[in-house]
Nanobody
Framework: VQLAESGGGLVQPGGSLRLSCVAS????????MCWYRQAPEKERELVAT????????NYADSVKGRFTISRDNAKNTVYLQMNSLKPEDTAVYYC?????????WGQGTQVTVSS
């Protein structure tokens, strides 16, 4: 199983970024996918989840109305569209897949929101 995130960077408050995570090594369309983030000196937190067919999505209260998770099962890719970014969104963002009882993580992509 491999998960490869991309799309992070430095953005000003109020700006937007789109993260991507390309998955391989498992049947992507069979599993729910998640995005997590971890800010310095804080625990990793769940940001958004999407069911395997994309029919149901859930978000942390802190990002509701600003972030959108989506997926393209033909491309084995899950996305996180982040709008109206705030400094408190600064973190390393990780893609996650839970397959049976095993959690798999990508290497993470840094998002920094600063003027």
């Amino acid at each position: 199983v491999q998960l490869a995130e991309s799309g992070g960077g430095l953005v000003q408050p109020g700006g937007s970024l789109r993260l991507s995570c390309v998955a391989s090594g498992f049947t992507f369309s069979s599993y729910d996918m998640c995005w997590y983030r971890q800010a310095p000196e804080k625990e990793r937190e769940l940001v958004a989840t999407i069911t395997n067919a994309g029919g149901r999505r859930n978000y942390a209260d802190s990002v509701k109305g600003r972030f959108t998770i989506s997926r393209d099962n033909a491309k084995n890719t899950v996305y996180l569209q982040m709008n109206s970014l705030k400094p408190e969104d600064t973190a390393v963002y990780y893609c996650n897949a839970k397959i049976w009882t095993q959690n798999y993580w990508g290497q993470g992509t840094q998002v920094t929101v600063s003027s």
